[in-house]
T-cell receptor, first 113, second 112 residues
Framework: GQQLNQSPQSMFIQEGEDVSMNCTSS?????WLWYKQDPGEGPVLLIA?????ELTSNGRLTAQFGITRKDSFLNISASIPSDVGIYFC?????????????FGEGTQLTVNP | NAGVTQTPKFQVLKTGQSMTLQCAQD?????MSWYRQDPGMGLRLIHY???????DQGEVPNGYNVSRSTTEDFPLRLLSAAPSQTSVYFC???????????FGPGTRLLVL
């Protein structure tokens, strides 16, 4: 079935550094979503992207919808300890007419103070 | 609004036991879904519902049943628990499109 490939799988950074992660697909997606999961909690939506080439920010977070529609990127600037968590990309699965969300495997982010 | 609520938060079962994980939302969302989360595997869809009385299978439906008698509630039933069902289970809801889903806090299940 449809898979979303996220990289890197994990990141260990120092507080204040910038972070970049990406998500790729073998199929075209019409919507890209980025979620964050804090330890012991459910995922929370950070940013939603609906148009190819779209660049959207939410505070220190910026996400882009790739122009090929097969990838998306998330950047975090000036990381802080509370950025720790798992970041997931997701999108309505085109193989099921968008009735299901497909999630990537996640990027585990650790921020050292 | 309480959002999406799940009970119980933790559960330990013996192999072969059955149980129901409860999920409720108070946002009048039509779309509800159940996921399981295992280390290194992200979130995998078990079952979903696009409205009361309508359910469908996701990626990993075997061993689970669901029903949707009301808009608010979407319980997940484990028919005969197996150790492979040890996982964290999340319920989520959204407006008709499955995109911007709101997740519950999760149920951590251990099957011995």
């Amino acid at each position: 079935g449809q898979q979303l490939n996220q990289s890197p799988q994990s990141m260990f950074i120092q507080e204040g550094e910038d972070v970049s992660m990406n998500c790729t697909s073998s199929s075209i997606f019409n919507t890209w979503l980025w979620y964050k999961q804090d330890p012991g909690e459910g995922p929370v939506l950070l940013i939603a992207l609906y148009k190819a080439g779209e660049l959207t920010s939410n505070g220190r977070l910026t996400a882009q919808f790739g122009i090929t529609r097969k990838d998306s990127f998330l950047n975090i600037s000036a990381s802080i300890p509370s950025d720790v968590g798992i970041y997931f990309c997701a999108g309505p699965n085109p193989e099921t007419s968008g009735s299901r969300l497909t999630f990537g495997e996640g990027t585990q982010l650790t921020v050292n103070p | 609004n309480a959002g999406v609520t799940q009970t119980p938060k933790f559960q330990v079962l013996k192999t072969g036991q059955s149980m129901t994980l409860q999920c409720a939302q108070d946002m009048n969302h039509e779309y509800m879904s159940w996921y399981r989360q295992d280390p290194g595997m992200g979130l995998r869809l078990i079952h979903y519902s696009v409205g009361a009385g309508i359910t469908d299978q996701g990626e990993v439906p075997n061993g689970y049943n669901v029903s949707r008698s009301t808009t608010e509630d979407f319980p997940l039933r484990l028919l005969s628990a197996a150790p492979s069902q040890t996982s964290v289970y999340f319920c989520a809801s959204s407006r008709p499109a499955p995109g911007t889903q709101y997740f519950g806090p999760g149920t951590r299940l251990l099957v011995l």
